[in-house]
């Protein structure tokens, strides 16, 4: 038998978003013309889409690294590059999605349903449009970003209205058989069932999902027989049942004791799931007990004799049934369906326009696209006179930048600018050639004189990169990542050659 994979880790990586172009358009008798460099195109995201055609997660299993495509390179003559194809990945109902905190990011659960796993990164620019009335022919083009890379863990969860539990043998998948048209596999050996069991009731205008999982033992909890992770197939039922066996039962064990030794596993299992999972609490589930086997003479005797016991012991509703010669099976279903429907009148309606809902989630930066910048600046509790420099969208800008650019480097030196970064640093005392760590790279302050214009720069003439015995931006990029540790050592050609301690000693001074 195929194994039941219902938890499964996936590792993502949506496309990197195409760079931008720097070109200049050529003509006969214009050899200078206007920039043309066209933007990158966006990468590809990955999409997760709820299907009821899928039932498993068993191909991720084997998959667990996704990758969606990469966006095109802008192109000269003003050619955006393609944007790169979404991933779309379909996923059974009942797929909850957590993040490797194992925070629950979605709750699949509504066919057509889409959730975006990982974002493509956003396309470069391309010099045509960086290009303004000052910045007449920019020399540079904005980087790609790079696509989202996030693990994410996947777990199914049975969608069942009504969970059976019990020992092994008790009879459940006989149960499940002959109440649904569910055809699980049914034998007098413990275990038979190793993966759970859906089923539909229908009772003509009314129906609910059932489910019937592997057997349980006390010990279940450590591990013993299949242990409990297939309990979480029926922590979002309405009802669970106990399905006792009293044709059986052994000497030391009797209904009573059986259903106490079980109520203590759900309770260790209750306990064991480490977050608020929304379900409510498993022990607080209405419950059910179903006396099986009563076709067996003896068996029924014993139904009889201690049904009184478990209603007055327990507070459940007690059932007597024959799953074999379908005895008893109406009142049951019935009585169901009554706890299921009370308990759906109790949940917020899923509305019927849900249906091709999209799930985003947060990403940094995306959805304030306008002039407001949220950025912090405080001082770098490492570094004398050193200020750090923090924000979700400077993240980007650094993204965007080639640092082997200067005119580039003068771009983002302008946009920090505009943001109000340079007068919060002023106000926070900084000093001129104070280091200033934005995201992986630290600067060494150079504020613009008086505060000037700060769209003035031009091609080649930012101020802040004069001076050819200073490193270029892209050596001191390099040497920051290796001082904070992003890269461990880095070969710089020639005979220079930077280590983190060898970094940390003496400082870059660029
Ligand atoms: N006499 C009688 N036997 C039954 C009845 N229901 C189930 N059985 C028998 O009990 C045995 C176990 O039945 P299953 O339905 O496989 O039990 P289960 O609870 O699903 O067992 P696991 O999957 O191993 O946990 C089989 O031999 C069934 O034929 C019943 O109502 N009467
Ligand atoms: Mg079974």
Not at 167 to 173: D, E, I, T, V
Not at 241 to 262: F, M, Q
Not at 463 to 474: C, N, V, Y
Not at 492 to 510: I, K, L, S
Request: one cysteine or more.
């Amino acid at each position: 038998m195929a194994r039941f994979i219902d938890r499964v880790v996936l590792h993502l990586q949506a496309g990197d978003g195409g760079h931008g172009c720097a070109s200049v358009a050529r003509e006969k008798y214009k050899p200078l013309g206007g920039p043309d460099g066209g933007n990158g195109g966006h990468g590809g995201d990955i999409v997760l889409e709820v299907s009821n055609q899928v039932h498993t997660l068993m191909d991720f299993h084997y998959h667990p690294h996704i990758k969606s495509q990469r966006g095109g390179n802008g192109g000269g003559d003003n050619c955006n590059g393609a944007r790169g194809e979404d991933l779309v990945l379909e996923v059974p109902v009942g797929t909850v999605v957590h993040d490797d905190k194992g925070e629950v990011l979605a709750d699949l659960t509504v066919p057509g349903t889409r959730f975006i796993a990982a974002e493509g990164g956003f396309g470069g620019l391309g010099n045509r449009v960086l290009a303004n009335h000052r910045r007449k022919v920019p020399g540079f083009a904005l980087k790609g970003e790079p696509g989202q890379a996030r693990d994410l863990v996947l777990e199914l969860k049975s969608v069942a209205d009504v969970g059976l539990v019990g020992f092994p043998s008790a009879g459940k998948s006989s149960l499940i058989s002959v109440l649904s048209a569910a055809r699980p596999k049914i034998a007098d050996y413990p275990f038979t069932t190793l993966t759970p069991n859906l089923g539909v009731v229908d009772l003509g205008d009314d129906s609910y999902t059932i489910a019937d999982v592997p057997g349980l033992i006390p010990g279940a909890a450590e591990g013993r027989g299949l242990g409990l992770d297939f309990l979480r197939h029926i922590e979002r039922t309405a009802v669970l049942v106990h399905v006792v066996d009293t044709a059986s039962i052994e000497p030391g064990r009797d209904p009573v004791s059986d259903i106490e030794a079980l109520e203590e596993e759900l309770a260790k299992y209750q306990s064991a799931l480490d977050a608020d999972t929304g379900l409510g609490d498993l022990r607080e589930r209405p419950r059910v007990v179903v006396l099986n086997k009563a076709d067996v003479p003896e068996a029924e005797e014993l139904a009889e004799f201690v049904k009184g016991d478990l209603e007055e012991k327990f507070g459940w509703p007690v059932f007597i049934i024959s799953a074999v010669a379908r005895q008893g099976l109406d009142p049951l279903k019935y009585a169901l369906l009554d706890i299921v429907k009370q308990d759906r009148a109790r949940r917020p309606k899923q509305k019927a326009d849900k249906k091709h809902t999209i799930i985003h989630p947060k990403v940094a930066g995306r959805k304030s696209q306008g002039a407001h910048l949220d950025f912090t600046v405080r001082k770098d509790p490492q570094v004398e006179g050193g200020f750090i420099v923090t924000g979700e969208k400077l993240d980007r800008w650094i993204e965007q930048t080639d640092f082997e650019n200067e005119e580039a480097v003068g771009y983002l030196a302008d946009r920090l600018n505009k943001a109000g970064i340079e007068d919060e640093l002023r106000r926070q005392g900084a000093v001129e050639g104070a280091p200033v760590t934005i995201s992986d790279i630290t600067f060494e302050w150079e504020p613009m004189a008086g505060g000037g214009d700060p769209t003035a720069t031009r091609r080649g003439q930012d101020a802040r990169l004069q001076g050819t015995t200073r490193a270029s931006a892209a050596e001191r990029k390099r040497a920051s990542q290796a001082r904070r540790g992003l890269v461990d050592e880095y070969d710089y050609g020639q005979d220079e050659h930077v280590t983190r301690e060898g970094a940390n000693r003496d400082r870059w001074q660029g």
